[in-house]
């Protein structure tokens, strides 16, 4: 094995390069994406970095740490996708440099090096990178905040010693700083996962009041940072709705995300491929323990995946990276069959099995899918019933004919990952594997991604670019966008009509009124008389309301 430092450079270098390029050459998609980024617009635009607002109203759903990195990362490079997308990849390098670090000091530099590996190399968590979403920073808040927590409550760090109470006061720091990324369930997890070890340890005592005063007080001061400022200037308004926003979105179904209990279950095996086939392994047979403290951590590991995945199971909003927390576990439980099959150089056993399956189906869907692109007639009949849908398909995509290498990027990768197995290259088997679906990724991202933006919404977005700089209202109707707001560049409301939607189609106005509804509601909409159609396209249709 290289040196430490000489492995971290190259993991940071090799992050680099599969996260930063091209993280603007896609619009950003509707919703999540855009409305993180629009709320980092508004405060530039307003100067109030204390309380999100989404259309210059406040916004309940997230509190605002994540939306200052954007902020911040536009400020620098400007509004832009690019900007709106940095932090995560960002993310992604600190992120692989933790998993090496603390694999190291649990396990050695080989462990850390494959964790690394099988993150990078697992299509989700390589994926989330690329995005703008809350999700990658958040769920590396409460990683951390559980690997204090762990080393706080190890045995070899009894209560009262002073290295469990500098593991405390990291644990509050950790969460506080979760909390202050996406919400209170930022300290329900760990605190799930605690009870859940608790339990098992027969209700051991874990740690002294003392350390427990200095995690809460870590915790409070770094939610308080914010909170009590906001508090102060603004009135429990913002507080008491986000409160509520929290238990609803914990209780309640939103609408279009619902899903069976299994939902998660489906979403890891695939999405985490080819990681969760060695973590199956490994929850199944476990391999021999390499000391007390590998096996502590393991413990808490698998303790953290249940947890996350039952609970956002039991959670009735299905959504895909409700269970992305479970990327951290799932991917340690597969280093460490990886470690066990590098170091005594044997075969995968029945995962090779898995990972051919798996992987040669998802390898066959991209390189069909291209290939159907390309003769997009054929959905039609798929979507008889589905208006939008239909008139989506008739957007201008181009396709040139080299899409469906994407597809044989992860096949090629799957058939030398599989010949070196054979021959007993375990080793190179393992780096050719995780590599390959890498390079999958990213290789999707450049060649299928603008093709999938050009149909689902590109029609709408360059309507909206086209509205920067005209003084005009822009409004949806009967569907949901935060795209209007950020790709039209709107200007601070200092007129509250403008965030009524009578007013804007039946009122005085004193501007234009551009009103945009998908093709399913352009017959409802255009009995407004107030408003004239002036096109349509590829699904969308678009309304004028004059002064």
């Known amino acids: 094995m290289p040196s430490s430092g000489r492995i971290q450079l190259i993991i940071v270098a090799v992050a680099a390069v599969l996260f930063i390029p091209g993280l603007g050459a896609v619009h950003l998609f509707d919703w999540d994406e855009i409305n993180f980024a629009e709320i980092a617009r508004e405060m530039l635009v307003t100067g109030n970095w204390a309380q999100p607002c989404i259309d210059y109203l406040p916004f309940h759903e997230k509190p605002p740490l994540f939306i200052w990195m954007q902020a911040a990362s536009m400020r620098v490079?400007?509004?832009a996708e690019f900007a709106a997308r940095l932090p995560n990849a960002i993310c992604g390098i600190v992120t692989l440099i933790v998993l090496f670090r603390i694999g190291s000091r649990l396990r050695g530099a080989?462990?850390?090096?494959?964790?690394?590996?099988?993150?990078?190399?697992?299509?989700?968590?390589?994926?989330?990178?690329?995005?703008?979403i809350i999700d990658p920073w958040f769920n590396l808040f409460i990683f951390l905040g559980v690997d204090a927590m762990i080393g706080w409550m190890r045995e070899e760090h009894p209560p009262g010693t002073g290295l469990g109470g500098r593991y405390a006061m990291l644990t509050g720091l950790y969460l506080g700083l979760a909390v202050m990324t996406k919400g209170p369930v930022g300290i329900l997890i760990p605190a799930l996962t605690f009870t859940v070890y608790w339990v098992r340890s027969r209700f051991k005592r874990a740690f002294s009041i003392g350390q427990f005063a200095l995690a809460l007080s870590a915790l409070l001061i770094t939610i308080g940072s914010w909170a009590v400022v906001d508090l102060l200037r603004n009135g429990p308004e913002f507080m008491v709705g986000f409160f509520w926003r929290q238990i609803a979105i914990l209780s309640t179904e939103d609408a279009g995300h619902g899903g069976f209990f299994g939902y998660h279950f489906i979403v890891l095996l695939f999405g985490c491929f080819p990681a969760a086939a060695f973590a199956v392994q490994e929850l199944l047979k476990p391999t021999r323990s390499e000391g007390k403290l590998a096996d502590h951590h393991r413990r808490w590991m698998v303790i953290l995946f249940w947890v996350v995945l039952i609970l956002f199971s039991l959670v009735r909003t299905k959504i895909v990276h409700y269970s992305s927390l479970c990327y951290f576990p799932?991917?340690?439980?597969?280093?460490?069959?990886l470690e066990r099959i590098w170091r005594k150089q044997e075969g995968f056993g029945w995962p090779r099995y898995m990972v051919g399956i798996i992987g040669t189906a998802i390898a066959l869907v991209f390189?069909?899918?291209?290939?159907?692109?390309?003769?997009?007639?054929l959905l039609r009949p798929l979507l008889a019933k589905d208006p939008f849908g239909q008139a989506n398909l008739d957007a201008a995509v181009h396709w040139n004919g080299l899409e469906p290498l994407v597809g044989i990027v992860l096949m090629v990768a799957l058939i030398i990952a599989h010949?070196?197995?054979?021959?007993?290259?375990?080793?190179?088997?393992?780096?050719?594997?995780?590599?390959?679906?890498?390079l999958f990724v990213t290789t999707t991202l450049y060649f299928l991604i603008n093709n999938i933006e050009g149909?689902?919404?590109r029609a709408a977005i360059e309507f909206f670019e086209a509205r920067q700089g005209e003084r005009c209202y822009v409004i949806t109707k009967k569907y949901k966008s935060f795209a209007h707001?950020?790709?039209?560049?709107?200007?601070?409301?200092?007129?509250?009509?403008?965030?009524?939607?009578?007013?804007?189609?039946?009122?005085?106005i004193d501007r234009p009124v551009y009103v945009v509804c998908k093709v399913t509601s352009a017959e409802e909409t255009s009995t407004i008389h107030t408003l004239k159609e002036i096109g349509r396209k590829n699904g969308f249709v678009f309304f004028l309301r004059t002064p």
């Open 77 to 79: 490079l400007g509004v």
């Open 367 to 377: 390189i069909i899918v291209p290939l159907v692109g390309m003769r997009i007639d």
């Open 419 to 438: 010949l070196l197995h054979r021959k007993g290259y375990v080793r190179r088997s393992i780096i050719v594997l995780f590599s390959g679906t890498a």
């Open 485 to 508: 707001l950020f790709y039209t560049r709107k200007p601070e409301v200092t007129d509250p009509r403008a965030h009524d939607d009578e007013w804007l189609l039946h009122g005085d």
């Open 455 to 457: 149909y689902s919404q």
């Open 330 to 337: 799932l991917t340690y439980l597969a280093a460490l069959q």
């Open 110 to 132: 080989l462990f850390g090096a494959l964790w690394a590996l099988a993150y990078v190399g697992s299509i989700l968590p390589h994926l989330y990178f690329r995005s703008g």
